[in-house]
């Protein structure tokens, strides 16, 4: 071999290193990726139904308040004592009637008559009548739980009449009393039907009318009126059982 066939071979070489390395200006272009094919037409997606609102739990009912006064009209019997007196017998009786917005009304209603006979060879009989009306009303100002502060008026008319015989009508004694009280009372509801009561009275007005008849065409009236603003009661404590 030649030298020249020998130089000429170096060059061939040389040249095709430098052809497979890389160079800035002759890079191999990234190969072409083939075409996809086309996608068929996703079908339409069926409308999703509302979702359900979620409901709230219901809240437990609160149990019913339990009344502590009677609800709308009622009627209470009572029995208890007006001071001074002994415990060991009550000595007064009462019947209340009670409306819805807690006034309440205590009447009294007074219808007798009684008769005395003595026949000591002539037969004598002794007559009394008596008629009265009254009432007594509370009117309720302050509640504080279950007691109640009140407020009394009351009113009272009576006649009482006597014959002392029935041979002469003209000896008849007629009595009219007119009284007009005020005062306060304390009730505590120990149930919705069981009420104790507390009650101060006082005097006011009073009116008294006093006809004599002393026989035919002698007849004598006198009056006696009081007016005092005073404080001196009378107290009654009394229990009353409504319905």
């Known amino acids: 071999m030649t030298i020249r066939t020998l130089l000429l071979a ?9 052809m497979a390395q890389p160079g800035t200006g002759s890079e191999t272009p990234p190969e ?17 139904p509302p979702r359900p609102r979620a409901e709230r739990a219901p809240e437990a009912a609160e149990p019913e308040a339990v009344p502590e006064r ?6 209470g019997i009572g029995v208890g004592y007006r001071f001074p007196t002994s415990l060991q017998t009550p000595n007064v009786t009462s019947v209340r009637f009670r409306i819805a917005n807690g006034i309440t009304f205590e009447p009294t209603l007074v219808f007798a008559t009684s008769s005395h006979s ?20 509370r009117f309720p100002v302050v509640r504080h739980r279950r007691t109640d502060l009140e407020i009394l008026g009351a009113l009272d008319l009576d006649n009482l009449s006597q014959d002392p015989d029935n041979q002469n009508t003209d000896d ?11 005062g306060i009372a304390v009730g ?15 005097g006011l007005i009073s009116f ?11 007849v ?10 005073t404080f001196d009661p009378t107290v009654a404590l009394m229990i009353h059982l409504y319905h």
């Open 172 to 182: 008849v004694t007629s009595i009219t009393t007119t009284t007009i009280r005020y």
């Open 10 to 18: 170096t060059c061939v070489l040389a040249s095709g290193t430098a």
């Open 188 to 202: 505590t509801w120990i149930t919705p039907h069981l009420q104790a009561s507390l009650s101060a009275t006082n």
């Open 32 to 48: 072409a990726q083939p075409p996809q094919p086309p996608q068929p037409p996703q079908p339409p997606q069926p409308p999703q």
């Open 220 to 229: 004598t009236v006198t009056t006696d009126t009081t007016i005092g603003l």
């Open 70 to 75: 009677p609800t709308g009209f009622s009627i």
């Open 118 to 137: 003595m026949d000591q060879g002539t037969a004598l009989t002794s007559k009394a009548t008596e008629v009265g009306v009254g009432a007594l009303v």
């Open 208 to 218: 008294v009318k006093n006809r004599q008849e002393m026989g035919a065409g002698s």
